[in-house]
């Protein structure tokens, strides 16, 4: 294994389990709020924390999510297919998609500049909402690189004629 395939898959690792700590504290939050409702104490901005750290369980848990095949897909149609065939739609799919969320990760690091620059904050907890931003920015990189590791090894595929 290279060691860009290793970094990727160490970064990919670090994120899944800060997802799961994310997922955790939401539901710790969401519950404590709750609690804290039914005696008159709910948590201040708990409503934004939780938003917060949706935004990061759905950006840390894309790349292990894409690298095990985890998405939904519809192959009613090109399970029918040859193996060739199928990779090649593979290799076209997962390009496209290498392109479209790398413009995607450019354009939420320009939006975090921006809104880094504007003082932007949250509403209750005054937090500056440009580091979710960079957070939802660096995921969808690193997603970038998984979906470039993918299809590396989609041609790799292809080159072997493994048509099993």
Do not use: C
């Not at 095949?69 to 496209?96: Q, Y």
């Amino acid at each position: 294994m290279t060691f860009p395939d290793r970094f990727l898959n160490l970064v990919s690792n670090l994120l899944r389990s800060a997802g799961a700590l994310a997922l955790t504290l939401m539901m710790l939050i969401t519950v404590a709020d709750v609690a804290g409702r039914f005696f008159k104490h709910p948590i201040f901005g708990s409503v934004e924390i939780v938003g917060f750290l949706a935004v990061a369980v759905a950006a840390a848990a894309l790349p292990h999510t894409y690298k095990v095949g985890g998405h939904v897909g519809v192959e009613i149609i090109t399970r029918l297919f040859p193996r060739k065939i199928r990779l090649l739609l593979d290799l076209f799919t997962r390009t496209f998609t290498l392109i479209f969320f790398s413009v995607v990760a450019w354009q939420m690091f320009v939006y975090a500049k921006d809104l880094r620059q504007a003082g932007e904050v949250s509403m209750n907890l005054e937090f500056p909402v440009h580091y979710i931003i960079l957070v939802l920015a660096v995921s969808l990189a690193f997603f970038s690189g998984t979906i470039l590791q993918q299809i590396v090894a989609t041609v790799n595929q292809l080159k072997r004629g493994k048509t099993e």
